[in-house]
């Protein structure tokens, strides 16, 4: 990628990283009468890479994020339309250039800075050979230079977003994801629109969409979702597919990875208070599972399925954090529920929301639409034609809203309310005939209630003259909307004067006369004029200024105790008495020949007065002839000494040699890369070895001891951690069936870990693996594992069957049969697994159970086996198993009666019926003709037309789940 220049040394190359533009592909959205809300299908394209390299020089990623940050809000001459702040210079990092150091620095500025949402792409520029030198922008929206009033918007908006969550100590990691998940789900909308219209704009690719214009698309979505994650210490990062051209995140809770995709739990067209949670804290297969993320290209894969069954997958509306409580609605039981923290497994209902959302012919939309918000520590939750509050501090439920209050304009009510949200201190609501949203009847009916804060906030926003009323406004404290007004009378033609008040920039001092001021409040004129000089004030006391001595004379005066001004300056006498001083001053030192002294001197003239003596000494000041130091084998001499004063010799002595100072050479420890030494001594004078050092081995690695078993992904190798292994490399022999024999080793992968998942492994092939701890160049031995046959794992599907429940799964390659297991739910809680079933082929992928027994729930799993080697296995969805009503038809004179035998567990049944075509020769499609009670067992069909052929059928229903069905002997009236 790199150009040379011929006639210079270097020169300046420059790359440009862009932002992949999101597109997203959508299925219906439409809602049919008893049956499921079908979620949009949404996909996007993004890059991603990792820091590794970059962190050895730009060192803390934040703070290098806050350098760009503080750079592009810098004014700049140069700024133009597109171009602000077109060069920023990073040469005082350091960074080498390469196409990796530039892919991580892309994938930096793109996709894991937030706040920087105003680069669209960045180029930089580096020297040939050398060091990246700058970032050259390129910037998205509008005029640039508004950077940083839309910056300081994004930090208000996102704050509002993290109020209460944000240093709330109370509140788990799962706990704030979750509500920072509900809470930017309910602020923002996709951008539906654009996306139609085929312009989706640069914004709604950034947080800045998110927190500034309340639409985004995916990217949006995550970018926000990331940095608000980092706001409250939680780990996080962005997550790309290309294959599904879309991008969401990877959260870490307790260090495990998690899928969290904002965007899918957000319905389009947007709905208000309508929260998703099927796609939040997901393992890989857990959200391959339930949506659009049916690819391999993620940048983790996370295995964890912890929250895989959570409670708040029942949740289609944003969970409430009011006074560290947590507020949500079970879809499944239909309950409003209050929860101290997120693993409180018995919550405490609120209010039972078991409504339904009929429509104008008296059939009802399946499902619960009841929506929650609150506002101020007060709860509001809806039903289908009413809103109510619920006061956790009083425990009152009240009601704000009712059936009257929703205006049908066809005169008939069938407007039921399906949208409720809080917007700042507003109760936004929305309803309509049908829960089917589309660009036309989204938000076309709604209702508001406003729940301001009654403080009194006035604030003028037009002064009153002399001839023409003021006016001044309140605001709700909490939110800054408008909640009244009111007049401010006008002003009469004169001012009216406030009192005169001393100008606090000239006042008065002793001299000075100093300004007064006075002000008109409604005007705002003003008036000066000359104060009062304060004068100087005396004090009665005389203050010594210089004081007398016994030579020299002093001087005192009366002080001004506001200024430095003197007045009666008056001469002090001298004393002519000699004071003495309290310190004796060295006179003369005394030495062995002659005594010294020491004497006080008079204050004022230094005068010696008091005298004392020092007596003279023994010899102290000695110069030393003949030193000789002793050594470890040679005696030395002590010197001798002359008296500097007086001449006299003192003789010295002998010295003793001191022989060797052993001190310790300490041992070396050896390392897998260098070897050791044992510990040794040596002489501290002479430096002589007396204890030589030894060498030491090298460390060794032992070998580990490797265990295989079938996983649901492939064969997990497992072994113990071998002490000093940095990493470990993982082979494979695969087993010919052609041959006999094995083949030679191949390498699997290198981990830190002390076990791998081979995902390669092939179902129905016979492995042998082994395992080499590595640290540096050392390396252990190895040791095969036993030989295992890898066995996929069945995946599992349910149904209700004519003769019980049909289990169905996938072919395993290698499975010489099947083994089929079963729990019953029973006593509010589910039995253990029991086998119900061996199959002995391998072709065989279906069995039904009919023992199974009407109006009880059950679960089922399979293993594939071979011999005595069997796969893992994964439980399937439960199902209610409800037994296919038999039915029998009679002609009557006023109908055709049609009669069955009841199933046990359904709460209803449901009639069909189909026509016989003389002319065609062909039966019509089923037709449904009535829903009845559980307690039927006929209904006449009255609406059966004379010299007419018909068919008939049952279903037996409880909730959503419904039996097979066979239809009857045809039957003529």
Same mark, same amino acid.
């Given at each position: 990628?790199?150009?040379?220049l011929?006639?210079?040394?270097?020169?300046?190359?420059?790359?440009?990283?862009?932002?992949a533009?999101?597109?997203?592909?959508?299925?219906?959205?439409?809602?049919?009468?008893?049956?499921?809300?079908?979620?949009?299908?949404?996909?996007?394209t993004?890059?991603?890479?990792?820091?590794?390299?970059?962190?050895?020089?730009?060192?803390?990623?934040?703070?290098?994020?806050?350098?760009?940050?503080?750079?592009?809000?810098?004014?700049d001459?140069?700024?133009?339309?597109?171009?602000y702040?077109?060069?920023?210079?990073?040469?005082?990092?350091?960074?080498?250039?390469?196409?990796?150091?530039?892919?991580?620095?892309?994938?930096?500025?793109?996709n894991?800075?937030p706040?920087?949402?105003?680069?669209?792409?960045?180029?930089? *520029?580096?020297?040939l050979?050398?060091n990246?030198?700058?970032?050259?922008?390129?910037?998205?929206?509008?005029?640039?230079?508004?950077?940083?009033?839309?910056?300081?918007?994004?930090?208000?908006?996102?704050?509002?977003?993290?109020?209460?969550?944000?240093?709330?100590?109370?509140?788990?990691?799962?706990?704030?994801?979750?509500?920072?998940?509900?809470?930017?789900?309910?602020?923002?909308?996709?951008?539906?629109?654009?996306?139609?219209?085929?312009?989706?704009?640069?914004?709604?690719?950034?947080?800045?969409?998110?927190?500034?214009?309340?639409?985004?698309?995916?990217?949006?979505?995550?970018?926000?979702?990331?940095?608000?994650?980092?706001?409250?210490?939680?780990?996080?990062?962005y997550?790309?597919?290309?294959?599904?051209?879309?991008?969401?995140?990877?959260?870490?809770?307790?260090?495990?990875?998690?899928?969290?995709?904002? $965007?899918?739990?957000?319905?389009?067209?947007?709905?208000?208070?309508?929260?998703?949670?099927?796609?939040?804290?997901?393992?890989?297969?857990?959200? !391959?599972?339930?949506?659009?993320?049916?690819?391999?290209d993620?940048?983790?894969?996370?295995?964890?399925?912890?929250?895989?069954?959570?409670?708040?997958?029942?949740?289609?509306?944003?969970?409430?954090?009011?006074?560290?409580?947590?507020?949500?609605?079970?879809?499944?039981?239909?309950?409003?529920?209050?929860?101290?923290?997120? $693993?409180? +497994?018995?919550?405490?209902?609120?209010?039972?929301?078991?409504?339904?959302?009929?429509?104008?012919?008296?059939?009802?939309?399946?499902?619960?639409?009841?929506?929650?918000?609150?506002?101020?520590?007060?709860?509001?939750?809806?039903?289908?034609?009413?809103?109510?509050?619920? !006061?956790?501090?009083?425990?009152?439920?009240?009601?704000?809203?009712?059936?009257?209050?929703?205006?049908?304009?066809t005169?008939?009510?069938?407007?039921?309310?399906?949208?409720?949200?809080?917007?700042?201190?507003?109760?936004?609501?929305?309803?309509?005939? $049908?829960?089917?949203?589309?660009?036309?009847?989204?938000?076309?009916q709604?209702?508001?209630?406003?729940?301001?804060?009654?403080a009194?906030?006035?604030?003028?926003?037009?002064?009153?003259?002399?001839?023409?009323?003021?006016?001044?406004?309140?605001?709700?404290?909490?939110?800054?909307?408008?909640?009244?007004?009111?007049?401010?009378?006008?002003?009469?033609?004169?001012?009216?004067?406030?009192?005169?008040?001393?100008?606090?920039?000239?006042?008065?001092?002793?001299?000075?006369?100093?300004?007064?001021?006075?002000?008109?409040p409604?005007c705002?004129?003003?008036?000066?004029?000359?104060?009062?000089?304060?004068?100087h004030?005396?004090?009665?006391?005389? +203050?010594?200024?210089?004081?007398?001595t016994? !030579?020299?004379?002093?001087?005192?005066?009366?002080?001004?105790?506001?200024?430095?001004?003197?007045?009666?300056i008056?001469?002090?006498?001298?004393?002519?008495?000699?004071?003495?001083?309290?310190?004796?001053?060295?006179?003369?030192?005394?030495?062995?020949?002659?005594?010294?002294?020491?004497?006080?001197?008079?204050?004022?003239?230094?005068?010696?007065?008091?005298?004392?003596?020092?007596?003279?000494?023994?010899?102290?000041?000695?110069s030393?002839?003949?030193?000789?130091e002793?050594?470890?084998?040679?005696?030395?001499? *002590?010197?001798?000494?002359?008296?500097?004063?007086?001449?006299?010799?003192?003789?010295?002595?002998?010295?003793?040699?001191?022989g060797?100072?052993?001190?310790v050479?300490?041992?070396?420890?050896?390392?897998?890369?260098?070897?050791?030494?044992?510990?040794?001594?040596?002489?501290?004078?002479?430096?002589?070895?007396?204890?030589?050092?030894k060498?030491?081995?090298?460390?060794?690695?032992?070998?580990?001891?490797?265990?295989v078993?079938?996983?649901?992904?492939?064969?997990?190798? @497992?072994?113990?951690?071998?002490?000093?292994?940095?990493?470990?490399?993982?082979?494979?022999?695969?087993?010919?069936?052609?041959?006999?024999?094995?083949g030679?080793?191949?390498?699997?992968?290198?981990?830190?870990?002390?076990?791998?998942?081979?995902?390669?492994?092939?179902s129905?092939?016979k492995?042998?693996?082994?395992?080499?701890?590595?640290?540096?160049?050392?390396?252990?031995?190895?040791?095969?594992?036993?030989?295992?046959?890898?066995l996929?794992?069945? +995946?599992?599907?349910?149904?209700?069957?004519?003769?019980?429940?049909?289990?169905?799964?996938n072919?395993?390659?290698?499975?010489?049969?099947?083994?089929?297991?079963r729990?019953?739910?029973?006593?509010?809680?589910?039995?253990?697994?029991?086998?119900?079933?061996?199959?002995?082929k391998?072709?065989?992928?279906?069995?039904?159970?009919?023992?199974?027994?009407?109006?009880?729930k059950?679960?089922y799993?399979?293993?594939?086996?071979?011999?005595?080697?069997?796969?893992?296995?994964?439980?399937?969805?439960?199902?209610?198993?409800?037994?296919?009503?038999?039915v029998?038809?009679?002609?009557?004179?006023?109908?055709?009666?049609?009669?069955?035998?009841?199933?046990?567990g359904?709460?209803?049944?449901?009639?069909?019926?189909?026509?016989?075509?003389?002319?065609?020769?062909?039966?019509?499609?089923?037709?449904?003709?009535?829903?009845?009670?559980?307690?039927?067992?006929?209904?006449?069909?009255?609406?059966? !037309?004379k010299?007419?052929?018909?068919?008939?059928?049952?279903?037996?229903?409880?909730?959503k789940?419904? @039996?097979?069905?066979?239809?009857?002997?045809?039957?003529?009236r």
């Amino acid at each position: 990628m790199k150009k040379t220049l011929k006639r210079a040394l270097c020169g300046i190359f420059v790359l440009v990283f862009m932002l992949a533009n999101a597109n997203i592909a959508l299925a219906g959205n439409n809602i049919v009468l008893s049956s499921e809300l079908v979620e949009p299908e949404l996909y996007y394209t993004a890059s991603n890479g990792s820091f590794d390299n970059l962190e050895k020089y730009i060192g803390d990623i934040d703070e290098f994020q806050k350098y760009i940050l503080d750079s592009i809000m810098t004014d700049d001459s140069n700024l133009t339309d597109k171009n602000y702040r077109g060069y920023i210079d990073i040469s005082k990092y350091n960074i080498p250039y390469s196409e990796e150091m530039f892919a991580e620095l892309a994938d930096l500025i793109n996709n894991e800075s937030p706040e920087l949402f105003r680069i669209k792409a960045a180029g930089i *520029s580096y020297y040939l050979g050398g060091n990246i030198i700058a970032l050259t922008p390129t910037y998205a929206f509008s005029d640039p230079a508004y950077f940083r009033q839309e910056y300081e918007l994004f930090i208000d908006m996102s704050e509002q977003l993290l109020n209460g969550i944000k240093g709330n100590e109370t509140l788990s990691d799962v706990e704030k994801a979750l509500l920072l998940h509900d809470r930017l789900i309910e602020y923002c909308e996709y951008d539906y629109e654009s996306y139609l219209s085929g312009s989706v704009p640069d914004s709604s690719h950034s947080a800045y969409g998110v927190f500034c214009l309340g639409t985004a698309v995916c990217q949006g979505y995550a970018y926000a979702y990331d940095y608000l994650l980092e706001q409250v210490g939680i780990e996080a990062e962005y997550c790309p597919s290309d294959a599904l051209n879309h991008a969401w995140n990877i959260v870490y809770i307790d260090g495990k990875p998690y899928h969290v995709d904002v $965007t899918s739990d957000d319905p389009v067209w947007d709905i208000s208070g309508r929260v998703n949670h099927n796609n939040f804290l997901r393992s890989t297969e857990g959200i !391959k599972s339930v949506g659009n993320h049916k690819a391999d290209d993620y940048i983790s894969t996370p295995v964890d399925t912890t929250y895989d069954e959570a409670f708040w997958q029942n949740s289609t509306t944003a969970f409430q954090l009011v006074d560290n409580k947590i507020y949500y609605i079970d879809n499944e039981k239909q309950e409003l529920n209050v929860i101290d923290d997120i $693993t409180d +497994t018995s919550p405490e209902t609120i209010a039972k929301l078991d409504y339904r959302w009929t429509t104008a012919d008296g059939r009802y939309y399946n499902g619960n639409y009841s929506r929650l918000a609150s506002i101020r520590g007060e709860i509001f939750y809806s039903a289908p034609t009413a809103v109510y509050s619920y !006061k956790p501090t009083t425990d009152k439920t009240e009601t704000v809203l009712s059936e009257e209050d929703i205006v049908d304009s066809t005169g008939v009510n069938s407007y039921r309310i399906y949208g409720m949200t809080a917007v700042g201190c507003t109760l936004w609501g929305e309803y309509s005939e $049908t829960p089917n949203y589309n660009s036309e009847t989204k938000r076309s009916q709604v209702f508001t209630r406003a729940y301001h804060n009654p403080a009194e906030n006035w604030k003028v926003v037009i002064e009153p003259t002399t001839s023409s009323e003021g006016k001044e406004k309140n605001y709700c404290i909490d939110c800054g909307r408008e909640v009244g007004s009111r007049l401010i009378p006008a002003l009469d033609n004169q001012h009216i004067w406030t009192d005169w008040y001393i100008d606090v920039n000239n006042p008065p001092t002793c001299t000075d006369k100093g300004v007064e001021l006075r002000d008109c409040p409604h005007c705002n004129a003003q008036e000066w004029r000359y104060g009062t000089a304060l004068g100087h004030n005396y004090s009665a006391e005389y +203050t010594t200024d210089l004081e007398p001595t016994c !030579k020299e004379s002093g001087i005192k005066s009366r002080h001004c105790t506001r200024c430095d001004a003197r007045t009666d300056i008056t001469e002090i006498s001298a004393t002519g008495v000699h004071i003495e001083g309290d310190v004796w001053i060295k006179g003369k030192d005394a030495t062995c020949k002659e005594d010294g002294y020491l004497y006080k001197a008079c204050k004022g003239c230094g005068k010696e007065m008091s005298t004392q003596v020092i007596p003279k000494g023994e010899c102290s000041d000695f110069s030393v002839k003949g030193y000789k130091e002793a050594t470890c084998f040679v005696d030395g001499y *002590s010197g001798d000494k002359i008296c500097r004063d007086c001449g006299t010799l003192y003789k010295g002595e002998a010295i003793k040699a001191t022989g060797h100072k052993e001190v310790v050479i300490p041992a070396v420890a050896p390392t897998f890369t260098t070897v050791g030494k044992t510990e040794g001594k040596k002489c501290s004078v002479c430096g002589t070895i007396t204890v030589a050092q030894k060498d030491v081995a090298k460390l060794t690695l032992a070998t580990p001891v490797v265990t295989v078993k079938n996983s649901a992904t492939g064969v997990k190798v @497992s072994w113990k951690a071998i002490d000093g292994a940095t990493s470990y490399k993982v082979y494979r022999k695969t087993y010919s069936t052609k041959t006999k024999k094995y083949g030679s080793w191949k390498t699997c992968g290198t981990v830190t870990t002390t076990s791998y998942v081979d995902t390669k492994a092939k179902s129905g092939t016979k492995y042998i693996y082994t395992v080499k701890a590595f640290n540096g160049d050392t390396k252990s031995g190895i040791k095969n594992s036993s030989s295992i046959l890898f066995l996929a794992q069945p +995946t599992v599907k349910i149904a209700n069957a004519s003769t019980g429940v049909k289990v169905t799964w996938n072919k395993i390659t290698g499975a010489t049969g099947y083994k089929v297991y079963r729990a019953e739910y029973t006593n509010g809680k589910w039995t253990g697994w029991k086998s119900v079933k061996t199959i002995t082929k391998g072709s065989t992928v279906s069995w039904t159970d009919k023992s199974a027994k009407s109006g009880v729930k059950y679960k089922y799993t399979v293993k594939a086996v071979n011999g005595k080697t069997a796969s893992t296995y994964k439980s399937s969805s439960s199902l209610l198993y409800l037994a296919q009503p038999k039915v029998a038809v009679k002609a009557l004179s006023n109908g055709i009666k049609v009669a069955w035998v009841q199933s046990t567990g359904a709460t209803s049944y449901k009639i069909y019926r189909s026509e016989y075509n003389a002319k065609t020769k062909k039966w019509s499609s089923w037709k449904g003709l009535k829903t009845a009670k559980s307690t039927s067992k006929s209904y006449v069909d009255k609406t059966a !037309k004379k010299g007419v052929k018909y068919r008939y059928t049952v279903k037996a229903v409880n909730g959503k789940v419904a @039996s097979s069905y066979k239809s009857s002997s045809s039957v003529k009236r």
